[in-house]
């Protein structure tokens, strides 16, 4: 409830507004009603469960009208037959050194953020996993990789420093072996008020306050797999959510358009 700012009543009824299957779509109810809450209120997502709804040959209801949520940029708009220009939210310069990371995925959907100059247009940094899994969700879209129909994506590139969801077909757990340049610091990230999707590029684990001390006073809530954090004033004693892990992603929820800079090396 603290996550959703609503009642589990509430957080029931949009789900089914929306005609949404939180267990077969998203393995949880928690990530499935989050999407769902920020649909419902204008969020950037409306679009990305429409296009899920479609490929499932689902045709939601008419909603009633929504005052969409202020960005600094405003999100294109994309058709079927379109593929929408990557935004340049992230900065960052890579050095010709190689490094290679590990990341183990079980099945369902995962949390991740590439923290190497790997990222780029889909399929290709997610090469070693293919035939793995059938959808990834993320800020600006999703994407199903082949069989499925190429109009309907949304998402055409994975950005250094942002959060996308994975779902693995794998019936075991896998392991993700990234091997790029390393991005010399410092990276720049642009977030706009309400949530944000970013990804921890940094080497080694850190607790939420330390990782996100440049953003202190700006955000109230951070929501990732193992759990969630809030700053002060709230109580300590319901955080989950220890610390902030190379290469997974996270929802960042920002009071103001605010800009996150990672000290890379």
Known sequence: NRTLGRTTADQLIIASHFYLDPWTLFGDAATALLWADQALTGGQNEAVLRAIFARRGIVPAAQPPLTPTPAPQPTPTVSPTSTPPPSPVA?????P?????????????????????????????LTALAGQYDLVLGEEGSYAPPPADPRFNTLTALQ????????????????????????????????????????????????????????????????????????????????????LRPDRGYLLRLRAAATLVFPLP
Do not use: C, K, M
Request: a negative charge; aromatic letters at 8%; glycine letters at 12%.
């Open 91 to 95: 900065t960052l310069s890579p050095t």
């Open 97 to 125: 050194d190689q490094v290679t990371r590990t990341l183990a995925l079980h099945p369902g959907w995962n949390w991740i953020g590439l923290g190497l100059a790997v990222a780029g247009p889909l399929p290709a940094p």
């Open 160 to 243: 250094v420093g942002r959060g996308y969801l994975i779902r693995l077909t794998a019936p075991q757990t896998v392991t993700l072996t990234l091997t790029g340049p390393a991005p010399a610091g410092p990276l720049t990230l642009a977030l706009h008020p309400g949530w944000n999707w970013v990804g921890y590029p940094l080497a080694d684990a850190q607790p939420p306050e330390n990782a996100l001390a440049g953003l202190a006073g700006q955000y109230d809530l951070v929501v990732g797999e193992e759990g969630t954090y809030a700053p002060p004033p709230a109580d300590p004693r319901f955080n989950t959510l220890a610390v």
